[in-house]
């Protein structure tokens, strides 16, 4: 089982906690990968926040084709970061590591963030089409306040790897997922946790319903829904569908991946407008077993299972500082100091909601509406 | 001197010309009578032979020859009264000394077109080999890497919608105080949907079938519905329906079809003010697997007294429906008008939704009807499915197979982001070995929203005798043993509605188990798996391209 582990806190925190989480979580063999999603970015990003941020990897070819394109897209490049990469045995490497801040283009700076996110997405998948022949260019995000960093191996590895145990980058909130039993061929875009304009989600578990989600999703004519290297990419898709294009709130995804029995929703307050949702959205429900952990633009975290609550999950923390784990003992790492008989273990019909800055965590029953 | 036809018997038939032969057995025949009795159609008779039996006797046994007179049972060798092979002979032999063998070196299509008319019959494609969707295999078993799904024992919902659904970026919704809300003041036509199971018994009329198998199979439905929760419908097929069942709360258990000969629609119409419940749908038949290019076909022999009363025609005559609505210039105008007239007629508050035969133009219909607003499904019907009566040469040779076709149709909609939409029914060789369920999942997992059974529910629930040798198949004639497909009040009392009603309601008890025995091992259970075709496979490459699955062998 793949291992999730997110952390959401008022203060800026390493990613390394998230990877001693992982590790804590380990059973078996492992490490076909670890992705790590950051927002709310510290250290040397805390001043560029409201520039976009490119995260991948490239070949020493594929900067240069990465550079032509920026610069003739209007992009002007105002810091780059990278990982002080170490050899670690087991691991390896890529040329090229990064996460890059750009200013916009000059006729783009006063446009509204709607028509900045257009372009950010178109670029980042020309950008992967540039490179997707031979994996000379591999991007993951490209977005203000998210840094996403993504590779083969096993986590705590890959943590010494990056030399993130004494790096700066630090972030207040971060996902990190951890592939256990699958295979080495991957590609990294089947990394989670997978990013679209400023949603978030990262997932443990097959999805047996992906097929026809991800028809669904690609017949929605909307450039962002490609990839699906992975069968869970769709539950990100899902999310942006559902709260950004649909303009849900947020706690309506558990009534699109798991909707209720008419019997049951008949008993909502709002049963009128679920019943047509239920209907018009029937091929995003997934089955499951799957655990679903993710984040919306302004912060909020949340964690939802399947309708059987075939994956479980943990949540639990202090005020300023919850995990959100796939297992008890990645909360145990996380946040040591917490009380330990109000973690939340979410049933089937419950969805755990953590505001921002991680000030209150709320479960909303589906049940009840 | 004798003339030559009746020396050598020229211009007469014998009996290996014949589909089946009837093999009786002296031996064990007690001449009761029964067989020659019961048979539908006289092809054998008691009669009567001179023996000439050898014998020897006394002391000095001597052989002596006498000649004796034997009563027999004969086969006829007149083409109208070939064996059909139902074997009602055997079922009713309390000796097993009769049984009709089929005759593989058969010459009968050579011969069935006596003055001049050619061979009609009732039944299904004469084509015994397994379809398309007999070879299909459930390949995706994620059971191997997840927690399983139990179907004894988790919750799963086998259900599926019949009816128009918006896209969500169409619904009339807002956000109110963080909820969601339904906007009434909108405007915006939000079209009816059912919620039903996804096999519904698809539209056999009565006159086709028989009061008594009608009114099992509506008994059934209504069971399966108010005992059992599950919401099976059935389609009522052309020629109408009681006025009492039309005036019933259980109406919403039917759906009522209009077809080109609007048989029974007098009758439906005067009923509409005194109904007290909407019907589940209105069906608008365009075509039928069976018989593509053709109407409805209703023989004079079955057109008795209830059926002359419901559908308002007189006795005894033929009811040929034309092949096409004649009152409409071409298709698109006909499933234009026809569907906002009926949807109109129950104040738009039922989804009507056409039917048509399996073919080649299927997708433009389709397109047709994903830019109608008020269409509320398509269902299409291949060449397998049956029919009461038709031209032989409809049935064997022509139509197109449901697999493909409801494929093509599905991927179509999948291009244009409209699969969820506009529901797909397939029809046509649901269950045709008897394979209800795998069958039913494959449509499934391949775009129907829901299938439609005939020929199965008749053999499960009343044991017609019809198969793809050309077994019985003599529903069009009113002669039907079983006394499903006859309006002889002779034949249709041996069948007893009761029983027809349990097995119905067996089958679809047994059927859900076995669904949930496919979906489970899948990871399948909340929702039903349309489209998931990447759980099919099949062993033949060419089939697995055609229909965007996994080869596997």
Known sequence: MCRLAAITSSDYFSPMENILALETMKEGHDGSGMGLMMKGMGGEFEELREYPILSGICSEAGVKVLDDYMNKAGFKLKYTWTPKTKTVRGIEGRDNYFARVYDYPDMYKDKPMEIKESLLLKTRLSLRDLGRADESIIVFTFYPDIVALKEVGDPLQLGEFFGLEKSSLKAKIIFAQGRQNTNYAINLYACHPFFLQGICTMTNGENTAFVPIREYLTGRNLPGYVGYNSDSEVFCHILHYTYKKLGYPLHYYKDVITPLKQEDINNRSDADAVTYLKRSLRPLCIDGPNCVIGFTPDGTCFMVQDAKKLRPGAVGGVKGKYGLMSEECGLESAVPGRDRDSDIFPMKFDMVIIKPDAKEVVVWNQLHG | ?553
């Open chain 2, 1 to 553: 001197m004798e003339p030559a036809s009746r020396l050598d018997n020229n211009h007469q038939l014998a009996l290996k010309d014949f589909p089946y032969i009837v093999r009786w057995r002296d031996d064990r025949c007690k001449r009761c009578g029964r067989c020659t009795a019961v048979c539908p159609v006289f092809a054998i008779e008691p009669s009567v032979v001179v023996k000439r039996v050898l014998h020897s006797e006394g002391p000095m046994p001597e052989p002596k020859a006498e000649r004796r007179v034997e009563t027999i049972v004969k086969q006829s060798n007149d083409i109208d009264r070939y064996c059909i092979g139902c074997a009602t002979c055997a079922l009713v032999c309390p000796n097993e000394a009769i049984e009709p063998e089929y005759n593989p070196a058969n010459k009968f299509n050579f011969h069935k077109n006596k003055g001049g008319h050619p061979y009609r019959r009732g039944g299904r494609r004469n084509d015994p080999a397994p379809g398309t969707l007999d070879k299909l295999k459930f390949s995706r078993i994620s059971m191997l890497t997840d927690p399983a799904l139990d179907a004894g024992r988790h919750e799963f919902r086998i259900r599926t919608y019949l009816g128009r659904i918006l896209p969500a970026d169409e619904l009339p919704i807002q956000v109110v105080n963080g909820k969601l809300n339904v906007n009434k003041k909108s405007g915006v036509f939000v079209p009816p949907v059912r919620e039903i199971y996804p096999i519904m018994i698809g539209s056999m009329s009565i006159g086709a079938l028989s009061p008594n198998m009608w009114e099992g199979l509506a008994m059934g439905v209504t069971y399966l519905n108010e005992v059992e929760g599950m919401p099976v419908v059935m389609a009522s097929g052309e020629g109408g329906m009681p006025q009492s069942l039309l005036r019933s709360r259980f109406m919403k258990y039917f759906i009522p079809q209009i077809a080109s000969g609007y048989f029974g629609w007098d009758e439906i119409v005067r009923a509409l003010p005194h109904m007290i419940e909407d019907p589940c749908a209105i069906e608008i038949k365009y075509g039928q697997g069976a018989k593509p290019g053709d109407g409805g076909l209703l023989m004079a022999h079955k057109v008795l007294k209830l059926i002359s009363e419901i559908r308002g025609v007189p006795m005894g005559v033929d009811l040929p429906s034309p092949p096409t609505h004649q009152t409409k210039y071409s298709i698109e105008e006909a499933v234009a008008k026809m569907i906002q007239s009926m949807s109109m007629a129950w104040g738009f508050r039922v989804p009507v939704y056409p039917k048509i035969s399996g073919s080649h133009s299927a997708k433009s219909v389709l397109n047709n009807l994903i830019r109608n607003p008020y269409a509320g499904g398509l269902s299409i019907d291949g060449d397998d499915g049956g029919t009461g009566a038709a031209y032989n040469v409809s049935m064997d040779t022509m139509g197109h197979p449901i697999a493909s076709n409801l494929r093509e149709c599905y991927l179509d909609l999948v291009a244009q982001g409209k699969q969820n939409e506009l529901p797909l029914i397939a029809a046509g060789g649901v269950g045709k070995k008897g394979n209800l369920a795998t069958n039913t999942a494959s449509l499934i997992m391949l775009g129907a929203s829901c299938v439609s059974i005939g020929k199965y529910i008749m053999q499960a629930a009343a044991g017609c005798f019809g198969d793809e040798y050309n077994r019985c198949n003599v529903c069009n004639l009113g002669k039907c043993p079983r006394g499903i497909t006859t309006q002889d009040p002779r034949l249709y009392r041996r069948l007893d509605p009761d029983v027809v009603a349990q097995r119905v309601v067996e089958v679809f008890k047994s059927v859900d188990i076995e669904l949930k025995k496919i979906f489970a091992p899948m990871g399948r259970s909340t929702e039903l798996p349309i489209g998931m075709s990447d759980a099919l496979s099949i062993d033949d490459p060419a089939m697995a391209e055609r229909l965007k699955i996994k080869y596997n062998c």
